[in-house]
């Protein structure tokens, strides 16, 4: 079956279900998990698939996804038995301000104060 790339995805799990093209990046999962930092900062240029990856690993540790091997068999975390143990065992809160692009610190604040309000309830 012939796979088209999918351009401007942001969800991991949206991404796999359409079967588009995928460059496997699970193996962040681990090199992330076994860091044991206290704080993560992802910085890279616009388009470079940040979002992405954050979606990546909600679906990964999140408990709303408990199950879903589907969603990763194939790639490599999957093929790691202790890792497919830790899929979908953490409570996960995400998420993203991709969508701020706001002009004023006051509008990006309501902004933002709207995202967390609609993911929060």
Known sequence: MRRTV???????????????????????????????????????PRRFGKTLNISMLEKFFSVEYAGRSDLFSGQAIWEIQEYRELQGTYPVISLSFSDVKETTFQEAKKKICKIIWHRCR
Not at 22 to 42: A, M, P, Q
Request: proline share 0%.
């Open 6 to 44: 999918g351009i401007g995805y942001q969800d991991f799990e949206k991404l796999r279900m359409m079967n588009n093209f995928y460059i496997d990046k699970t193996h962040f999962i681990r090199e992330w998990w076994e860091s044991g930092d206290d704080v993560t900062l992802i910085t890279r």
